[in-house]
């Protein structure tokens, strides 16, 4: 007995079973010409023919090529090339989260085909800040950039260098380290410079990056807010872009994930004001939950904690990497942290605890203390948890399960929706119509956001005198141009790839769109399995087919519908097999696997993936 074929999915151009039939009819694809599939001929093997859009065409001397590749149509993945006289720098290299869209993958990374095609014109990599989101895809593309140089300040560099751990089989990263009181340029090539500025975001050393060219600055805001009281910012807000009155911005990119929230932000200092104000009313333990790169915001909670004579307990695993990030930079006294195993030894108003989980995560610290599972806490009536996060679209559902086990122990529950114990590191409309009046660009080009965040940015721009024809809103892979010594700003009809690059365990790559409709289906709709014996002598069935079923219907439940089906079975095998030599078992595997999905789609309006597996005797 010997495995002929089987199948992994439902094909789309299946063959229809017929009565008679002695071999699989020509496919209509295969008789088309190669010139009408748009495929051409090399060593008598096809090949795709490119388009004309396809074919990028080089950068003409003195113009100034901008390639957003990533982080323009989507909230991740942040990557922009700038291009001139024969040389690169790529601002950000960030990975995007998955959600129920992308089952199976881990991250999602920029196409960077259209760099590893210049690999050898790429002069720097320059980083924003910390955040994965700006450099959590360093480990899986660096080398396909040809590890370049990569500037950045201090803490980011720390950051990188903590998640390079996990991927000890990579060269050593050539890091460029920009002091904090460097006010001066750095010439990366004859033509560009770099220079970094300094702007509020949640996270240590977060900078805005200026590249300097030939006919004026390409400025990236990277992620920034404006840290305001009751709207007005701060002095040291004002300080920070005086420095911009009287540069030529030739170009401005600007985060634009707030865009849509009118006003300001509350103020960092109002949030950690009325998280003091909780911690020191506590009566029992504190448990601050939030997300492990809120760093500057940790910091602060661990100065509350000493404030009050607490002790700290650090949970989750990001957590714990960063706070060993900040205890390498001495940037907060961490003597009173503690281990979770020794939270015992003090009594419980003495405890603050810093965790992840705040998403709902389902193995996270917070969500095993809320369900009972976890191996240190209990959590009583006289516990304080607060939510110092906002909720990230897609998470609600989970969110909502937390509280729901959180609120069964009686602790006291907070969350930004009822006090303000949490502002988001990206600023809300006002904030950014004040950067916009604090930098005198000429040319606009939106980043970071949704294609509606980055219509609704360019929108303000236009508002604000922007005109019209100075406002371009990118795609991942858009071309764009300052041509004529900087006094055009145009868009190619030409893209640069920009099909998703995904994570998959130890494989980065392309994802196919069958592979995650398939690994959909099986998740909404199962999978419907036929093992089938054929007597080659005869083209029958040795004996009734076998079905097994994952994720469809209950067999024991359902022995009516499986009687049905293996008749149907039988009947779609042999009217290919019967009087068929030899035995086409790649057709007869098509032909039962279109019948038994269309009738198993009648009977029950599911579409499970339906594998026939035939075996010869």
């Known amino acids: 007995m010997n495995p002929i074929t089987a199948s992994g999915g439902t094909p789309q151009n299946a063959v229809a079973p017929a009565p008679t039939r002695t071999h699989a009819p020509r496919s209509p694809l295969m008789s088309r010409s190669l ?49 001139y006289g024969g040389d690169i720098i790529v601002v950000d290299c960030g990975i995007q989260f998955t959600d129920a869209e992308t089952p199976g993958v881990d991250y999602i990374l920029a196409n960077t085909k259209y760099l590893e095609d210049r690999v050898n014109m790429i002069r720097a990599l320059v980083i924003t800040h910390g955040h994965l989101d ?11 950039l040809g590890n370049p140089p990569i500037y950045t ?36 090539t004859p033509n560009l410079k770099v220079r970094f500025f300094g702007l509020t975001h949640s996270i ?17 805001t990277g992620d920034v807010r404006v840290e305001n009281e009751d709207g007005v910012p701060v002095e040291k807000e004002v300080e920070q872009y005086k420095m911009f009155k009287d540069r030529n911005v030739l170009l401005f990119t600007m985060d634009s994930t707030g865009i849509e929230k009118p006003g300001f932000s509350p103020s960092e200092a109002h949030i950690l004001k009325n998280i ?27 100065n509350t904690a000493r404030r009050y004579g607490k002790k700290v307990v650090i949970e989750g695993r990001s957590m714990r990497n960063n706070v060993d990030i900040i205890k390498h930079l001495n940037l907060v006294d961490t003597s009173g942290v503690i281990g979770i195993e020794d939270i015992t030894k003090f009594p419980e108003n003495k405890i603050l605890m810093i965790a992840t989980g705040a998403q709902g995560e389902e193995f996270a610290a917070l969500m095993r203390m809320s369900n009972n599972t976890h191996k240190f806490i ?28 959180l609120f069964r122990h009686d602790s006291r529950i907070i969350t930004y929706l009822d006090s303000d114990v949490h502002t988001s590191g990206h600023g809300k409309r006002g904030e950014l119509e004040w950067v916009h009046k604090q930098i005198p660009y000429k040319f606009f080009m939106p980043v970071h956001g949704h294609h509606y965040m980055l ?40 893209k640069a790839p920009s099909g998703d690059v995904v994570v998959e365990g130890f494989n980065v790559g392309d994802v196919s769109e069958v592979l995650i409709r398939d690994r959909k289906m099986l998740a909404e709709d199962g999978m419907f399995v036929i093992i089938a014996m054929v007597n080659t002598q005869t083209g029958r069935l040795k004996k009734s087919p076998d079905i097994i079923s994952r994720g469809f ?30 035995i086409n078992f790649d057709y007869a595997k098509n032909a039962v696997n279109e019948d038994i999905s269309r009738w198993l789609f009648q009977k029950t309006a599911k579409k499970p993936i339906v594998i026939p597996v035939i075996l010869s005797v």
Do not use: W
Not at 67 to 82: D, F, K, Q, S
Not at 204 to 220: L, M
Not at 554 to 580: C, D, F, P, W
């Open 455 to 494: 219509k609704q940015h360019a929108e303000l721009a236009r508002s604000l005198g922007t005109p019209a024809e100075n406002i371009i809103v990118p795609d991942n892979g858009s071309i764009i141009e300052i041509r004529d010594g900087g006094k055009t700003f145009i868009k190619l009809s030409e």
């Open 153 to 188: 300040r201090e803490f980011g560099a720390l950051m990188i260098k903590k998640r390079q751990e996990e991927f000890p089989h990579l060269p050593p990263l050539n890091f460029r380290i920009v002091e904090t009181a460097d006010k001066a340029s750095i010439p990366i």
């Open 134 to 144: 700006h450099i959590g895809a360093i480990p899986y593309l660096i080398t396909r």
């Open 378 to 405: 209990k959590l009583n009536r006289t516990d304080t948890i607060i939510l110092s996060s906002s909720v990230i679209p897609g998470n609600e559902r989970a969110i909502a399960k937390l509280k729901d086990n």
């Open 35 to 83: 010139k009408q599939r748009g495929m051409r001929r090399d060593n008598d093997r096809p090949i795709p023919m490119k388009k004309p859009h396809d074919i990028i065409p080089p950068l003409a001397p003195g113009n100034i090529r901008i390639v957003p590749l990533g982080g323009v149509e989507e909230v991740g993945r942040n990557m922009t090339a700038i291009e």
């Open 553 to 582: 219907i209950y067999l024991r439940e359902s022995q009516e519908l499986l009687n049905e089906a293996r008749h149907i079975i039988k009947r779609s095998i042999e009217s290919t097999t019967v009087g068929m030599n030899p």
């Open 204 to 220: 240590p050393d977060s900078t805005g990056i200026i590249i300097e060219t030939p006919f004026g600055d390409i400025v990236n």
């Open 276 to 302: 003091d104000k909780i911690v020191a009313e506590a009566p029992g333990r504190v448990v601050i939950a939030t997300f492990a790169s809120q760093v500057e915001r940790i910091i602060e909670f661990i």
